[in-house]
């Protein structure tokens, strides 16, 4: 199945640890992203890569590190972590940088105690 | 700061009826898209509107644009059960930012069968 997929699907863990989240497309698209959303359903963008490249970081705190390892790859990783990062973690691509039609991953969820 | 934002938040319909959603925008735009999230899932693609274009069908979903008011609807006839979801509005931010795509909080419709 061409797809983006996103594991874990579900993450709880405590305040203060470190955590990753793993993300890989197999549509052969060059630029990825990352968003949250919260709560409320609001959806927000934190990064994207274009061929391996980061082209937006939307002042996401530094605990936030992406990394693109190639361009079918967009890992996110969450340095101590707080209580207000628990969302819904959305990784997504499209087919090349101004392209925009997204296709997203089922989402991870989350949940910092 | 939020592009897109949807109206009514919350809508809730019997089956067979049609179901109205408006956008509105701040910032000029280069397309305005549609998308469909079921609950627990990631979103999905709906349809496109460039900023030249006013009106757009895709099966039981028609697509309007008034880039004058800045706003847009999609309109969902004959609506069925399964079209439960949220819906998204998302726009690009722009001639200079046309690779960064903006949701809006969108709106939750409920088809009751």
């Known amino acids: 199945d061409t797809a983006v997929s996103q594991t874990p699907k579900y993450l709880v863990t405590q305040m203060g640890n470190d955590k990753s989240i793993k993300c890989e497309q197999n549509?052969?698209?060059?630029?990825m992203y990352w968003y949250k959303q919260d709560s409320k359903k609001f959806l927000k963008i934190m990064f994207s890569y274009n061929n391996k490249e980061l082209i937006i970081n939307e002042t996401v705190p530094n605990r936030f590190s992406p990394k693109s390892p190639d361009k079918a790859h967009l890992n996110l990783h969450i340095n101590s972590l707080e209580l207000g990062d628990s969302a819904v973690y959305f990784c997504?691509?499209?087919?090349?940088?101004?392209?925009?039609?997204?296709?997203f991953g089922a989402g991870s969820r989350l949940t910092v105690l | 700061s939020q592009q897109g934002e949807e109206d009514p938040q919350a809508l809730s319909i019997q089956e067979g009826e049609n179901a109205t959603m408006n956008c509105s925008y701040k910032t000029s735009i280069n397309n305005l898209q549609w998308y469909r999230q079921n609950s627990g899932r990631g979103l999905v693609h709906l349809i496109l509107i460039r900023s030249n274009e006013r009106e757009k069908h895709s099966g039981r979903l028609r697509v309007t644009l008034d880039t004058s008011k800045k706003s847009s609807s999609l309109l969902i006839t004959a609506s069925r059960a399964a079209d439960t979801a949220s819906y998204f509005c998302a726009t690009d931010a722009g001639a200079d930012s046309s690779y960064k795509l903006i949701f809006g909080s969108g709106t939750r419709l409920l088809v009751r069968p």
């Open positions: 997504a691509s499209s087919q090349d940088f101004g392209a925009n039609v997204l296709t």
């Open positions: 549509l052969g698209h060059d630029t």
